[in-house]
């Protein structure tokens, strides 16, 4: 039996403008240029650069019904009107308070170079390799990772080059050009461990009494060695401490990332632009937004001067609507674009200076101790904004300050409470945890207990295990590891 019966039901849904808003909103300034001028390119009725002064465009708000298909849409009912106006200074252009014609373009030129693979192959040829050596090892280097390392077994090699390559070989003979190609530069590259990346460095330096034993040590008792085992490596190799320091010292000059030294690699360096700008100006703090994420935007007047003579027509031809109705589709995105950039400018604004005047102390004085308990919702309730926006902003937004260029998500952070029952930044205890680390004597570093007994002497009550997640994230190792001689 079939039933019939009404039910309601709210929901809510973001239509496509807030969507792109969204996105724009989260974009930094690099990546804002490439969405603009893809913008640019895909819309003809948009342009860039000043406009004449004989403008055209009134406002942003909408004079249609954006959501009609272009189909259904009778073009008698659009009012040509809407889209022309005389106005000499038109309100769509997006300007921030700080942006000046005279600010240059800077651009940075980038030096050509080869890739880290091609300078290995470039050395193969001052090798002397016959046709099966040389296949084997090209295909060796390019089995070498950004770190210079070979991470692969030589039996899967071996499989490898009889399937793809055609050659057949056995395992000796892969290891002996697989010698050859570590004799290359950097030192240490292709090795298949950490241990014998240190060993091929150090058998490259003059054998000297200190690097003779550090080979000693890495060879019989490289587990000891990082592991810090300093009392098992005295008695085991029979050696003084300072013939233990001088060896490894030798250890500490090694790379132990040989393909991070490469300086000609192919990777395009990552240069971050700022999207804010935070001075000091006669004792108060004053912030700006990059004059690149203002850009000037208009209508183009050829779209206008189409409308026009549509207007005028007093026959209209079906070929003369179509253009119309594609006219008013070009214009109605234009508009909305440039409306969307003017939001965008006004969100990053807002929710910057929220979050300077919220750390006003801080960026006064650049004392990390100074930076107060923040957390998204504190500056979204400032606002009066969803925490999901004051989220976009931060998490990919650079402020460039009397300190340093930072990322902004770094000002967040969450509160403890001191044995005042203050509120401190999470921050300001990570800080002192590093100074503590730092003070203290390499001989016998501070474990996790003693540094919690510590920080509660200072006032910040935390648990040990409070400050072991401290240290890891600060990337500081267990006191075992710290430990020198």
Known sequence: ???????????????????????????????FEQR????????????????????????????????????????????IDDYLSDDEVPDYRTRANNYSTDDEEKTVPYAAGISFNQYLINQLNTFYLNDKEWAIAEFLVGSVDESGYMRRPIADIMDDLAFTQNVYVEQDTIEKVLKIVQDMDPPGVAARSLEECLLIQLRRKDPTPAVELAIRILEKSFDHFTKKHYNKLLQKHNITEEQLKESISEIEKLNPKPGGSYAGGNKIIEHIVPDFSIRIVEGELELSLNSRNAPELHVSREYNNML??????KERSKSQKDAVLFIKQKLDSAKWFIDAIRQRQQTLYITMNAIMVYQKEYFLTGDERNLRPMILKDIADAIN????????VANSKYVDTPYGTKLIKEYFSESMKNEQGEDVSTKEIKKILETVIGEETKRKPLTDDKLAAILKDKGYPIARRTVAKYREQLGIPVARLRKEI
């Open 1 to 31: 039996m079939l039933k019939q019966h009404l039910q309601f039901k709210l929901s809510q849904k973001l239509s496509p403008q807030q969507i792109q808003l969204m996105k724009l909103i989260q974009l930094p300034t690099q990546a």
């Open 36 to 79: 603009l001028k893809q913008e640019l390119e895909e819309n003809p009725a948009l342009e860039t650069g000043k406009e004449e002064s004989d403008t055209y465009e009134d406002e942003f708000e909408d004079q249609y019904d954006g959501d009609d298909d272009n189909d259904s849409i009778n073009t008698d009912d659009i009012n």
């Open 308 to 313: 026009a003579g549509y207007k005028s027509s």
């Open 385 to 392: 904004m969803d925490v999901s926006t004051v989220s976009r």
